[in-house]
């Protein structure tokens, strides 16, 4: 009997990525990440990371992860609710929740399972999601885990979000209202004023994923609920420990029963072993450097602003971003992987974003500002951009 290859289908997927010209290979990153970092042998102006205040080669987050790895180890040795409970992760929620001015805080290994987890474990089947469009990934996969029905409004379309919750009026089963704080590939920020008063007026639960507001926006970088004034008006707040933060994790703010619920119902905390000590302190440091260096939030919007009136100047569409991250509107995958390629070529990491992380047709370049690029990196970038889009775009 002839053997086949019973993932055989796996390959054919891959050989028509490779002919659609879709096809990603992995870079190599083999220095830290930084303004400038070297990526698969080659150094580049990078525009490509989530490190946003430069955080991720802070000397005091470096000596907190090397103080806590000697005093604690290289690993926690269990689940949360186990045994890997370590003083420091309580720290760290204690300290994110006197930041963000809520009672309680819990964090889980990553962004992804802050979100995924906490949808899941407080909805069930009866229950109903209003979901922007462009949410991220965790989002929707947390509302499918949840299996709540799910009711999808136009990205920031208030009338149908308003539409969508009318319509439930009435009917059995909690309401979830759920919304990306910034959007992570148009770099816009959510109409959060005008949700939490939807929220507010059909009695729905309002969750912001703040992933990359943290750090970004709202005094010292408390994220969107800080920056509109909607303080005590939204029941859950997500953020993350991977971007601005510079390390990794993600966390959910509320109330003390939300964290408690969570304690005992989310599948990440219950089934996945928690940080090392060494994330957790590092995180505890970058928390206070967000209040005792104010100016690399200043200097992240300085460059922000400098660099989106760059690109406009030189005549790139940047969409309708308003936040560090940019995106150059390109069209086509195709298109925006050829022309991410040949950036690098030319000394430029800035990705090609593609279906099906972007709708067909809306593929783009994404470039990420840090506070820590130079005025002269900012120059060099458009310059590289704008010089290869004259062979590639046209
Ligand atoms: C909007 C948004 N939410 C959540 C996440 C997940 O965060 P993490 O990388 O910490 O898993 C990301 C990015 O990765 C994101 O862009």
Known sequence: MSKTNPLGFLADQLDSWREAGTFQRLR????ACAPVSRFDGR?????ASNNYLGLTTHPKLIEAAIEATRKYGAGSGAVRTISGTMDL????ERKIAAFKNVEACVVFQSGFAANAGTVSAILTPEDHIISDALNHASIIDGCRLSRAKIHVFPHRDME???????????VPGHKLLITDGVFSMEGDIAPLPALVELAEKYGAIMMVDDAHSSGVLGRAGRGTVDHFGLDGRVQIQVGTLSKAIGVLGGYVCGSRDLIDFLYHRARPFLFSTSHPPSVAASCIAAFDILEQEPERMRDLWKNTEY?????KAA????GASETPIIPIMVGQAKTAFAFSRALFEEGLLATGIGFPTVAEGKARIRTIVTATHTAEQLDQATEI???VARTVLH
């Open 385 to 387: 951009l704008e010089r």
């Open 307 to 311: 660099f989106r009136a760059s690109l």
């Open 89 to 92: 992760h309580l720290e760290l």
């Open 28 to 31: 190599k990153l083999q220095s």
């Open 160 to 170: 149908m979000a308003e539409a969508k919750l009318a319509a439930l009026a009435g």
């Open 315 to 318: 005549g790139f569409d940047t």
């Open 43 to 47: 150094e580049v102006i990078n525009l």
